[in-house]
Each structure stands twice: as structure tokens, then as C-alpha cells.
């Protein structure tokens, strides 16, 4: 699927939906991180699973992501981390158009908190990489006909 008339909040709420629909947990959007935190401004989404909190980022430009943004995510989910007991993991995903830049890379692959990055011009693309990724971490996803999605590998 292209979605190229789709831009900023429009892409947010594309993919809100798509985490409520196929993981069928609570997806806590931006508006009410920052109710709850009000000094945390880069978070998409969370979902809590398993002691574990799972924050979103998505970035749909045309140009490649910045160390700039990476380095306001990972120092969001720093401070997040602060939030939560310390038997929490935190796991951050980066959903974009564009891959990382080299320095965005070189600070990802640095950072204390585990950042994956997906990234692709097809949103289905990102979409099934979503699918593989989240069932890496034990959560599982559905389809539109609310069966459970396999992944063999």
C-alpha cells in the first residue's frame, strides 16, 4: 500500500490503528503519554505487555532520519524509563520511510535502550515487518478476520 497522500497525524493515526487492530492490547497515544508525563513530548504510542513497555515512534518524510530525532526518542525513553519500576524493559520501535542516517545508526547501535528500526516506502512491507518483530517479543498479532497470524520462520 502507498501511502503517499497520507502526512504527519494522518500516518500516526494509520498506524495507532493498525497497533490497536492487530495486537488487540491498549495502545496509549501521544496525547495521553503527556498527560501522564508531561515532560515527555516524543512518544507516539505504548503499549504495556509483560513488564514490558513498547514505545513508537513514526517518521513519514522523504529524507533519511536524522541523529537529531533519534537522539530526542532514545532521551524520551530515558526519561520514561524513570516512570516505571525496575523490573520494566523498554523496547522502542522507529517506524519510518526512510532508513536511518549513518549517524542516527551510530547512536542507535550506542544507546542503552533497545531501538529497532523499520523502515520501508511500503507500508505493507512495514506492516509484515511489524508482524515479525513484535512476535519476536511474544506479542501476538491478528488479521482483519481476528484470526492469529503464524509466523514460521
Partial sequence: MSCESLLGKEIENYFYNVLEIKTRKRVIREKEIRKMYSHITGIDYLIEHDNCCYCFQVKWSKKTISNCQINHFISCMIQLQKEYPPNYKFIS???SKKK??????DIKNKSSIELNSIYDEDITIIINKLDYLLHSYKIWTYDEHCDAIMIIN
Fill in 100 to 105: 536511518l542516517s549513518k549517524p542516527a545508526n
Fill in 93 to 95: 520501535i522507529y517506524i
